[in-house]
């Protein structure tokens, strides 16, 4: 049975900057070392995939995915009871119409701190989403 998000699980990453529940990303650079990062682009982008505009094509997260493209994002909403995990594989995609898809739907904040459009599209294709909302625990994969 194929991954896909629920419906859930899009409004509250789709929902998360504005709710004030940004999603940490989580990657690992050419060194070995973990980062963790707060990211406000975090979007749903596909029934088992999700996407983030990176406004710094040369910072770390986009560095760090030619060597080892696996993510792990976190959305935590306190209030709701709710925590996602999504682990997947991440590229970047330099195709325009994917370009436009990403920066269109990432929330305005985010947008207005990268008007010139300077920024890369990433698409995460998941491999496995666990955690627990209103529903109980909750276990996605293929």
Same mark, same amino acid.
């Given at each position: 049975?194929?991954?896909?998000?629920?419906?859930?699980?899009?409004?509250?990453?789709?929902?998360?900057?504005?709710?004030?529940?940004?999603?940490? &990303?989580?990657?690992?650079? #050419? %060194?070995?070392?973990?980062?963790?990062?707060?990211? @406000?682009?975090?979007?749903? $982008?596909?029934? /088992?995939?999700?996407?983030?505009? &990176?406004?710094?094509?040369? #910072? %770390?997260?986009?560095?760090?995915?030619?060597?080892? @493209?696996?993510?792990?994002? $976190?959305?935590? /909403?306190?209030?709701?009871?709710?925590?996602y995990q999504f682990h997947g594989r991440a590229r970047v995609d330099a195709s325009e119409a994917v370009r436009d898809h990403v920066y269109t739907h990432t929330a305005e904040p985010e947008r207005n701190l990268d008007p010139e459009r300077g920024g890369v599209a990433?698409?995460?294709?998941?491999?496995?989403?666990?955690?627990?909302?209103?529903?109980?625990?909750?276990?996605?994969?293929?």
């Amino acid at each position: 049975m194929p991954l896909k998000l629920t419906d859930a699980m899009v409004e509250a990453v789709n929902g998360a900057l504005m709710n004030h529940t940004p999603v940490v &990303v989580a990657y690992v650079d #050419g %060194g070995g070392r973990p980062h963790l990062s707060l990211r @406000g682009s975090v979007q749903v $982008f596909g029934p /088992d995939q999700l996407a983030i505009w &990176v406004r710094n094509p040369e #910072g %770390g997260l986009v560095s760090a995915i030619p060597n080892n @493209g696996h993510l792990a994002l $976190f959305y935590r /909403d306190p209030a709701k009871r709710t925590m996602y995990q999504f682990h997947g594989r991440a590229r970047v995609d330099a195709s325009e119409a994917v370009r436009d898809h990403v920066y269109t739907h990432t929330a305005e904040p985010e947008r207005n701190l990268d008007p010139e459009r300077g920024g890369v599209a990433i698409v995460v294709d998941l491999d496995l989403v666990e955690g627990r909302d209103a529903t109980g625990m909750v276990l996605l994969q293929p």
